[in-house]
């Protein structure tokens, strides 16, 4: 080899090697820099101007919520201790870091203890005795994550039937397994799967089944053993050529109907099956004034079909519906998906002529609203009835710690209460069981078919005659005009043991007076 070919090559090996790593680097600072400016521009509009907010959606459904920039150590530090502190038996209802959340925290030692979510959710969390070291303590949470974007990414054929439930501290560990049970909503459960993330609340979510469907569910209820706290939901997977279903719970909510109101907006929610859903629907609406009307109507949906509809079918004189249409959809896999979707109608008063008074058709509204699957209308369809005024009171009763149900009917005895529930409770080909008695209390077939959900629909039956301050001559009434002579036994022996004697058989009663007749439905 030559001195001038020996002398040229450190010059072309910087050619060739120099040149490319520079323009790698040069590329790399390029891409950090657009990436940074795309994040930035996910958060804020153009200009710094805010998104507007259209007055005419006061209620938006689940959107995705945008990526901002991440938390910083003492934001995450905080979100943790909040969850973690112990709320002293109190359920708390908090937006923490973009996300709302329903938690309850506690400290155990050796003799474990219970989390349950009081009058939000009966989820429950139970550390068992022995879990934790003699002297020591340990601190726990069950936190129900409201923020849909949390729940996991599913197929078509997949759907939410529970919420996502989160254990704290994540990634704690115990001698002994914990218990955790939460609510779902699937008709079918060997076909419910239950999942884990194990991930914190925080970070990106990696769901992954835990063993095969149906291992860790009973009729309406998820049951785990844990090794360790994490993220856990539940998911309903029908195999290949079978149809999935879960139970919807249909529930209407609209603010109060006041004197010289001129619109009244009405919003549907179609939710799953669960307290936890419920519970939802009822905390976004408190910021807008709406409350539940009435009881939910249970829905039979299926994943093969199509999406659901709502149609206006009637509505009260004096009233009519602003919205051009009196038909809307609701896409199938917003329901599939437990994305907790709602529809709403807007009504106004009608104009009137001087000479014309409509004060007496206009002080009350009521409406009546037909719901389906896409094809199944004549198949299978739920009506909904609606009905406001402007004289019933709106006014939330306080909280009163209340005496068990027969003992404040004045039948305080065990007995007779258990005796009157296995009296009614039986379905008898007639109707003359619980049944007519929710019919002879004002009830239509929809409700008396949600009433008959609960493990004893006579309990709830009795309850609500409670409500309406039945008294036990009354009741004593009513199973005498329903020839419930073995009902109407019970009530005379109990009183006949009382200072107050044996009442005498009513006849011709206000409550026969009625003419009220079980619903033709049953």
Aim: aromatic share 8%; with cysteine; charged share 20%.
């Amino acid at each position: 080899m030559c001195p001038q070919e020996s002398s040229f090559q450190p010059s072309q090996f910087l050619l060739l090697v120099g040149i490319p790593v520079a323009s790698a680097l040069l590329l790399v600072q390029c891409l950090r820099w657009y990436r940074s400016r795309w994040l930035l521009g996910t958060c804020l509009k153009p200009d710094g101007q805010e998104e507007p907010v259209s007055p005419s959606t006061p209620l938006p459904e689940y959107d995705a919520p945008r990526q901002c920039p991440p938390a910083t150590l003492p934001e995450i530090a905080a979100f943790y201790q909040q969850l973690h502190t112990p709320t002293q038996g109190q359920t708390i209802i908090r937006q923490l870091m973009n996300k709302l959340l329903v938690f309850s925290a506690r400290e155990v030692d050796h003799r474990g203890g219970c989390l349950i979510l009081q009058d939000t959710d009966p989820s429950q969390l139970s550390i068992s005795p022995g879990a934790v070291a003699v002297g020591r303590q340990e601190r726990v949470s069950l936190i129900l994550v409201w923020d849909l974007s949390d729940a996991p990414s599913l197929s078509r054929s997949q759907g939410l039937v529970s919420p996502v439930v989160a254990c704290g501290p994540h990634g704690a560990s115990f001698l002994q397994p914990c218990t955790l049970t939460f609510k779902h909503c699937a008709q079918q459960p060997s076909y419910a799967r239950t999942y884990s993330s194990d991930t914190s609340l925080l970070d990106a979510k990696a769901w992954r089944p835990l063993g095969r469907p149906g291992a860790h569910t009973s009729l309406d209820e998820c049951r785990i053993l844990l090794s360790h706290f994490s993220l856990y939901t539940c998911v309903l997977e029908a195999p290949v050529g079978q149809a999935a279903r879960k139970w919807l719970q249909l529930a209407v909510f609209c603010s109060p109907l006041v004197p010289g109101q001129s619109h009244l907006q009405l919003r549907v929610y179609f939710l799953n099956n669960t307290p936890c859903a419920l519970q939802w629907a009822v905390t976004n609406e408190q910021p807008h004034g709406g409350r539940l009307r009435g009881p939910c109507q249970l829905f039979d949906f299926t994943g093969a079909r199509g999406d659901q509809c709502l149609k206006l079918k009637y509505i009260s004189e004096g009233w009519e519906n602003v919205d051009d249409s009196s038909s809307q959809l609701v896409p199938h896999l917003h329901i599939w998906h437990g994305k907790c979707p709602f529809r709403s109608f807007c009504f106004r008063r009608k104009a009137v002529n001087e000479n014309e008074d409509c004060s007496a058709s206009t002080n009350e509204i009521i409406v009546t609203m037909h719901t389906f699957q896409d094809g199944l209308e004549t198949k299978y369809m739920e009506i909904l009835r609606f009905q406001a005024s402007e004289e019933e009171s709106w006014a939330a009763p306080p909280p009163v710690s209340q005496p068990p149900l027969l003992q404040r009917l004045g039948v305080s005895l065990i007995l007779p209460s258990k005796q009157m529930q296995m009296l009614l409770e039986p379905n008898s080909i007639t109707g003359n069981d619980w049944r007519r008695l929710a019919s002879h209390l004002g009830l239509c077939g929809m409700k008396i078919r949600f009433l008959s959900c609960p493990p004893s629909p006579a309990a709830a039956i009795l309850e609500l005659f409670e409500e309406q301050n039945g008294s036990l001559q009354e009741l004593y009434d009513l199973m005498t005009a329903m020839e419930r002579l073995d009902c109407a036994s019970v009530i005379q022996n109990y009183l006949s043991q009382t200072p107050r004697g044996s009442p005498a058989p009513a006849r011709g009663s206000a409550l026969e007076n009625q003419g009220l007749e079980l619903d033709e439905k049953l």
